[in-house]
């Protein structure tokens, strides 16, 4: 199986500053027949089922904020808030379909500092 | 827009076998173009993929789960389920349903990413 390490696995940040989240992949996602990353990434907020973000690693999600981007290639991704909002404070997730069974990070809790 | 709405019994005896169901609505779970798809979350916040059913009741399945799931689609009813059987405490978790992209290649169905996803029903696995 691919195992998605995700660090940090918990963070308390300032209102307003930067965030970064990263994803490393035990094996490269890349599908060179096409150039596509086979990763996503969620966010749950408390009680509530995940939210897609981002597809094929760094392709917004209709109604996701400018201030969240991703970025990445073959086994290194990274999610970015560029400016910490009171209503980001969740558990983001990546995962991966490039290999069977598809899988999850174990996720990155991020809170208010 | 689709939703999901994921069913299950909250408590299940250890070694029973565990019925959930998810009724979709605003989507056609018959459809060629899409999956649909059991996850869970244990109580720790992990993450895992269960199982899928796709055009025509083809299925997918982790093979950490394979042996003791059934999952299954009713289009009539605009419905798909999971059975999960000889449950232990260890499958105690929150069941999601969800809605799962797919691509349509030479007569393949390649499963992709999970983009819509019902609430969730809590299951407990306890004598």
């Known amino acids: 199986d691919i195992v998605l390490t995700q660090s940090p696995e918990s963070l308390a940040v300032s209102l307003g500053e930067r965030v970064t989240i990263h994803c490393r992949s035990s094996q490269n996602v890349l599908n060179t027949s096409n150039n596509k990353n086979y990763l996503t990434w969620y966010q749950q907020r408390p009680g509530q089922p995940p939210k897609l973000l981002f597809s094929?690693?760094?392709t917004r999600e209709s109604g996701v904020p400018d201030r969240i981007s991703a970025s990445g290639s073959g086994a290194d991704f990274t999610l970015t808030i560029s400016s910490l909002q009171a209503e980001d404070v969740a558990v983001y997730f990546c995962?991966?379909?490039?290999?069977?069974?598809?899988?999850f990070g174990q996720g990155t809790k991020l809170e208010i500092k | 827009q689709v939703q999901m709405r994921a069913s299950g019994p909250g408590l299940v005896r250890p070694s029973q076998t565990l019925s959930l169901s998810c009724t979709a609505s605003?989507?056609?779970?018959?459809?060629?173009?899409?999956?649909w798809a059991w996850l869970r979350q244990s109580p720790g916040g992990g993450l895992e993929w269960i199982a899928s059913v796709y055009y025509r009741g083809k299925t997918s399945y982790n093979p950490s789960l394979q042996s003791r799931a059934t999952i299954r689609v009713d289009s009539s009813k605009n419905q798909f389920s999971l059975d999960l059987n000889s449950v232990t405490a260890a499958d105690t978790a929150v069941y999601f349903c969800a809605r799962q992209t797919t691509r349509v290649l030479s007569a393949l169905t390649y499963l992709y990413y999970f983009d819509s996803w019902g609430q969730g029903t809590r299951v407990t696995v306890s004598s």
């Open positions: 094929w690693s760094s």
């Open positions: 605003g989507d056609a779970v018959g459809r060629r173009d899409a999956a």
């Open positions: 995962f991966q379909f490039y290999g069977s069974p598809h899988t």
